[in-house]
T-cell receptor
Framework: NAGVTQTPKFRVLKTGQSMTLLCAQD?????MYWYRQDPGMGLRLIHY???????AKGEVPDGYNVSRLKKQNFLLGLESAAPSQTSVYFC??????????????FGPGTRLTVL | AQSVSQHNHHVILSEAASLELGCNYS??????LFWYVQYPGQHLQLLLK??????LVKGIKGFEAEFIKSKFSFNLRKPSVQWSDTAEYFC????????????FGKGTSLLVTP
């Protein structure tokens, strides 16, 4: 039982390049989230999904797209990377909506640098 | 808008000292409150959570937090810190209208010196 995994762990991009971050969970969780963590800012929500095939915008969605084609996977895409997207990205998941008070489980993070 | 404020950005303590980290939130309805910890180079782990019931919540590694509804506060405490408690601590609140995503405070960096 791996929990929440993220691929890749590190990446360096040039401005304008695109990439996709993969999050996978093996806990059969309904809800999945993408956050970014910046120094002194805490974690901020980028996008989230409350079920397979559904996505919604969070606090800082600009420049990102997401897809949830399979329940266990949540992909975060950067269409045209900018230096302002240099950050550590965390994926998280939580259980069915009937457990609205459930804990979120976090992945190990992806450290992205955009030059 | 819902927000979470952590009062201390950087805290330095000696081993065996007592710890209290402040957290206040602004939200008028029912809230679910969390403290997460991030050890250097690691991902976030849940320390403790409050949903309802006893306002004094005990978590892992000897941490506890007290929910005071009248003060909109959820302060984290530990009677005697250890060097291994060096980490960043985040207070967070559920956001019901965003798929119960977490709204985090900006974090408190704790350094425990031997």
């Amino acid at each position: 039982n791996a929990g929440v995994t993220q691929t890749p762990k590190f990446r360096v991009l040039k401005t304008g390049q695109s990439m996709t971050l993969l999050c996978a969970q093996d806990m059969n969780h309904e809800y999945m989230y993408w956050y970014r963590q910046d120094p002194g800012m805490g974690l901020r929500l980028i996008h989230y999904s409350v079920g397979e095939g559904t996505t919604a915008k969070g606090e800082v969605p600009d420049g990102y797209n997401v897809s949830r084609l399979k329940k266990q996977n949540f992909l975060l895409g950067l269409e045209s990377a900018a230096p302002s997207q240099t950050s550590v990205y965390f994926c998280a998941s939580s259980r069915d909506s009937s457990g609205i008070t459930d804990t979120q489980y976090f992945g190990p993070g992806t450290r992205l640098t955009v030059l | 808008a819902q927000s979470v404020s952590q009062h201390n950005h950087h805290v330095i303590l000696s081993e065996a000292a007592s710890l209290e980290l402040g957290c206040n939130y602004s939200y008028g309805g029912t809230v679910n409150l969390f403290w997460y910890v991030q050890y250097p180079g690691q991902h976030l782990q849940l320390l403790l959570k409050y949903f309802s019931g006893d306002p004094l919540v005990k978590g892992i590694k000897g941490f506890e937090a007290e929910f005071i509804k009248s003060k909109f506060s959820f302060n984290l405490r530990k009677p005697s810190v250890q060097w291994s408690d060096t980490a960043e601590y985040f207070c967070a609140v559920n956001v019901p209208n965003s798929g119960y995503a977490l709204n985090f405070g900006k974090g408190t960096s704790l350094l425990v010196t031997p």
